[in-house]
Nanobody
Framework: QVQLVESGGGLVQAGGSLRLSCAVSESIFSINQMGWYRQAPGKQRELVAS???????NYADSVKGRFTISRDNAKNTAYLQINSLKPEDTAVYYC???????????????WGQGTQVTVSS
């Protein structure tokens, strides 16, 4: 079973930094796009940042200049560097990947289990 294993969340003071990681657990034929979403209590899940196989990136306006998404294709891992954290960044952060797993013919979308980021003021 394919898993996206996330790590790096935690409790941090406003202004602090965190680095989230998302590793794919299975042998992968190709990864098209990877991304990070977040969901705060009572709010809809929203896209934070995404990165294509060609390393083109996209960011939500609210995180531009503070968040940086990157990927290590050799390790099938994506990262989200979060700087200058604000209390409004508090949410569960989910990793997302659109990929073709070895043995499959088509690409599918996969989600991680989520990692909590809490920013205290």
């Amino acid at each position: 079973q394919v898993q996206l294993v996330e790590s790096g969340g935690g409790l941090v003071q406003a202004g602090g930094s965190l680095r989230l990681s998302c590793a794919v657990s299975e042998s992968i034929f190709s990864i098209n796009q990877m991304g990070w979403y977040r969901q705060a209590p009572g709010k809809q899940r929203e896209l934070v940042a995404s990165i294509t196989s060609g390393s083109s990136t996209n960011y939500a306006d609210s995180v531009k200049g503070r968040f940086t998404i990157s990927r290590d294709n050799a390790k099938n891992t994506a990262y989200l560097q979060i700087n200058s954290l604000k209390p409004e960044d508090t949410a569960v952060y989910y990793c997302n990947a659109v990929m073709v797993v070895d043995g499959d013919l088509y690409e599918y979308e996969y989600w991680g289990q989520g990692t909590q980021v809490t920013v205290s003021s």
